[in-house]
C-alpha cells in the first residue's frame, strides 16, 4: 500500500496526542486539580495541539477537504466515520477536563468524571483509527487483530513518553511515569513482534487462480497488463517494497524502541543532570519510532488485488 | 446512508453483466467504448494525466488483463480477461464510505458514487478486492463502472442502445447485459448453462457480475496435442515437407 505521508502523521501525531491527554484525565482522575498550573496548562496544550494537528493532517489527502465534514454521517457502518465522530465528540470531556484540571477550586468528583471520561473517549478514537485499517479484507497484513492493540499500544507508549519528557523538563518528574513509559514501550515491542511474525508466516490466502477463477484449470501466470502505463490501482494497492529493506526498518523500529526504553530507565533513576535530556531523547525517539513503523505498517502491506496484476499470492 | 439496501427478498432486480473468458479476443473494444461514453456521462470526466508524456495516467473504469492457463502437460491457453466493477450484493466499498457518497441503489443494484458528496479518502479503493475504483486525481473524487446508468433508462437513445457501452461495443458477443435477480432471463439461463462463477467469492462481497469459463479444448488435435516438430517431417509427406524438414535438420 501507498504510504501518505498525511496519515502517517494523522495517525502518529494523534496517537500521541490522546495518548498524553488520556493519561493527564487519569492524573486529574487520581490527584484532584492540577498542583502546578503552567506543567498542566503546557501538557494540555501540547496534547491538543497534536490532536488538532493530526485531525488537520488527515483531511490533508482528501481530494475534497472542504467536505471533510460529511465524513461524519456514516457512523452506522464506516469506521472511518466513526473515527470521525469519537475524535469531535472527546473534545467535549477533554476541554471540560482541562478547564476543571486547571482550576485549583474543581470539584474532585466532577474532575475525576470527566478526567475517566477523557481517558476512555481518547481509547476509543484510537481503537477507531486501528479499525479502519483492520476492518479491511482485502488487505491481510491489516486484517488481523493485533493491529488495533498496536495502535492503542503506540498511543499510550508515545503519549507517555511525551509527559515524562514534559514533567522532567518543569522538574516533576516521577518514577510512574517512567514505569508508565517503559511498561507501554515493552508492550510495543512485544505485540510488533508478534505482528511481524504472524505477517511473515502467512503466505496469503489466495493464487492468481483464485482472483481469476482459471485456477481450477491449470497454473495461471500474467502474460499481458491491461495498460502500457501505470494507473491508480497500481500505484496506490501495487506499492512494495523489497524485503531486505524491508527487514532493515524493521530492525530500525525496533531499535528506536529500545533505545527510548533504555532512556525512559535513565531517567527513572532520578540523576537530575541526566534526567531531562534522557526524557527528551525518549519521546523524540519514540514518536520516531511510530512513524517509521506506521510507514512500514503501509508499504508492507499487500493488497489482494495485486493477484490481478502477477502477484503469485496474496 | 451506507447501510445496504436488502437484495434477499425474491423479486429484487440485480443488473449485471456476464463475461464470456471463451469468446473474448481482447480488443480493447469495451474498454475504449466505456472510456468514450463516461468521459461525458455520469461519472465524466475520467481525466488522463499527461496523456502524450513518458508516464501518462487516466481513470479507465474497465481493464482487460490477459493470462495463460497452463494445463498438467504443459499446453497454454491464452485467457482475455475484462475486469469492472462487479456491483456486489455485499460491497464492502459501500459500508466504509465515511460520507454516504458510495451507495448500492435499491432498485436495480448499481453501485455508484455521487460525485457531488465524495471526499476523496479513497478508503473505498483499498475496501474492493477487484480494483473496480480509480481516483481521478483532477476531480477529487472516486470514479467506477456505472454500468451506464445514463445509458439503460434512456430513452433518448434507440432501444437496441439502453445497455452498457461495453456491451454494445463488444465485436464477439463476450459480454452480456441483464437481470441477474431473475432466474429465467437469459443472463441467468448463460450462467447456468455455463458455469458461470464468481471472482473471489471467499471475500464474501457476492458478485452480481459472473465470468463465464474457457470452454473445454473439443479433441486431441487442440487439447494436450504434441507440438509438431518440423525434423519428424523429415523423410515423410510430400517433396515441400520433405524439403523444409532437410533444412531444419541441417540448419539446427
Known sequence: MHPAYSVIVFTTASGMGYGLLALLGMVGAAHGPASNWWFAATCLAVAFALIGVGLLSSTAHLGHPERAWRALSQ???????????????????????????????????????????????????????????????????????????????????????????????????????????????????????????????????????????????????????PHTAGNFVMN??????????????????????????????????????LAIPAAVVAAATSYAAAFLERWLFFAEARHVVGLYYGAPRA | MTSLPDTSKSGQIKLGLVIDLDTCVGC??????????????????????????????????????????????????????????????????????????????????????????????????????YGAREYDHDDGVMKKCTLCVDRIYNENLEPEDRQPACVRACPTGARHFGDLG???????????????????????MKPVNKYLPPRPRRDASTAGAEPLRLTELAGKGDAMERLFGWLDKVLS
Open chain 1, 236 to 273: 496506490e494497492m501495487g506499492y512494495r517494497i523489497a524485503r531486505k529493506h524491508a527487514e532493515k526498518l524493521r530492525r530500525l523500529v525496533a531499535a528506536g524502541l529500545v533505545l527510548a526504553l533504555a532512556l525512559s530507565l535513565v531517567a527513572f533513576t532520578g540523576i537530575e543532570a
Open chain 2, 182 to 204: 431473475d432466474p429465467d432471463s437469459a443472463v441467468s439461463r448463460l450462467v447456468a448453462a455455463r458455469e458461470g462463477f464468481d471472482l473471489l467469492p471467499a471475500m464474501g
Open chain 2, 28 to 129: 480493447q473494444a469495451c474498454a475504449v467504448s466505456c472510456k468514450e461514453w463516461n468521459t461525458q456521462g455520469y461519472s465524466a470526466p475520467l481525466t488522463d494525466e499527461d496523456p502524450y508524456e513518458a508516464n501518462p495516467l487516466g481513470v479507465w473504469l474497465n481493464r482487460i488483463h490477459g493470462y495463460e492457463v497452463a494445463d498438467e502437460t504443459g499446453n497454454g491457453r491464452a485467457v482475455h480477461f475484462p475486469r469492472s466493477c462487479l456491483h456486489c450484493e455485499q460491497p464492502a466499498c459501500v459500508s466504509v464510505c465515511p460520507t454516504g457518497a458510495s451507495y448500492k441503489r435499491a432498485e436495480d443494484g448499481i453501485v455508484l458514487v455521487d460525485p457531488d458528496t465524495c471526499i476523496g479518502c479513497k478508503l473505498c479503493s483499498w475496501a474492493c478486492p
Open chain 1, 75 to 225: 457512523w452506522r457502518s464506516s469506521w472511518l466515520s466513526r473515527e470521525g465522530v469519537a475524535a469531535i465528540v472527546t473534545f467535549a470531556p477533554g476541554l471540560a477536563f482541562g478547564w476543571a484540571w486547571l482550576d485549583p477550586d474543581a470539584d474532585p468528583y466532577l474532575l475525576g468524571f470527566l478526567g475517566l471520561a477523557t481517558l476512555a473517549l481518547s481509547a476509543v478514537t484510537v481503537a477507531c483509527t486501528g479499525m479502519i485499517y483492520q476492518s479491511l479484507a482485502t488487505i491481510r497484513h491489516w486484517h488481523h487483530p493485533l493491529v488495533t492493540p498496536i495502535y492503542l499500544a503506540f498511543a499510550l507508549a508515545t503519549g507517555s513518553a511525551l509527559l515524562m519528557a514534559i514533567a522532567e523538563i518543569f522538574g516533576r518528574g516521577q518514577v510512574v511515569l517512567s514505569t508508565i513509559t517503559a511498561a507501554s514501550l515493552v508492550l510495543v515491542l512485544v505485540l510488533k513482534r508478534l505482528w511481524w511474525r504472524a505477517v511473515d508466516r502467512d503466505p496469503g490466502r489466495f493464487t492468481m487462480g483464485d482472483a481469476t477463477g482459471l485456477g481450477t484449470l491449470g497454473v495461471v501466470r500474467q502474460w499481458e497488463v
